[in-house]
């Protein structure tokens, strides 16, 4: 049993959707907010919207059969979906590690994955330099027949496990990466340097190689 929720207000969907009491009866639930007052992002960031000229939703299910230290794999399940889900919209969409979606230089979308695990297993899952699809063609977009489009190639990724860390989710995930090829600005406790991607393990850490060939 699936349901979807429409809302005008909320402070943030995925906390508005934790709220809801009976959850645990659904085997997916889809929460729709014209407006967030406090939308959060990775690394405590906010991620603003004007009401009703962007989705704002969460999803939350139950992945089955999933190894707590592979959970990153929803991540790249899920962000390979947005990029399929914009492309016809928007064009090469891009995946900026770890899940941020990109056009060019410009993120078009935030991902939060927030996991509660039970076990060793997985139990559960739901800017700067913004950019709109608007921005980016020129033509107002029928908001609603995006929200279905989400919706339907979601649950075709529930519905398919492609949650699951597979080699083929890796490819997939691998190729939509921003900035895959050649060498690029990094940081780290060390400070900048330029690498270029090599892997990303399935905790969900990148691997960079530096000019100097040294594994970072």
């Known amino acids: ?17 934790m709220r809801c009491a009976d959850r645990n009866r659904y085997d997916h639930i889809f929460l729709f907010a014209s ?8 690394r405590g960031n906010k991620w603003e919207s004007e009401a009703g000229k962007n989705i704002t939703f969460s999803l939350y ?69 913004p950019v709109s699809i608007r921005q980016i063609t020129g033509a107002e977009v029928d908001i609603d027949r995006l929200q279905r489009r989400i919706m339907r190639m979601l649950v075709r990724m529930i ?20 900035r895959r090829v050649g060498y690029h600005r990094y940081a780290d ?11 990303v393990e399935p905790s969900g850490r990148v691997v960079l190689k530096d000019r100097q060939r040294r594994i970072r």
């Open 61 to 129: 299910f139950r992945p089955e059969g999933m190894k707590a230290d592979e959970q990153f794999a929803i991540s790249m399940g899920v962000a390979v979906a947005m990029v399929k889900i914009l492309r016809p919209y928007v064009g090469r969409a891009k995946v900026k590690w770890p899940n941020d979606i990109y056009v060019g230089d410009k993120k078009i979308a935030g991902i939060l994955i927030e996991n509660r695990l039970k076990g060793g297993m997985r139990f559960r899952s739901n800017a700067p330099n």
């Open 159 to 178: 519905s398919n496990r492609h949650y699951i860390l597979t080699p083929w989710l890796k490819r997939e995930y691998m190729s939509c990466l921003y």
């Open 35 to 42: 407006r967030q007052t406090a939308g959060r992002g990775q």
């Open 189 to 199: 406790g060390d400070g900048e340097f330029e690498a270029r991607m090599m892997d």
């Open 1 to 17: 049993m699936n349901q979807v929720i429409y809302t005008c207000e909320v402070d943030s969907t995925n906390d508005a959707i």
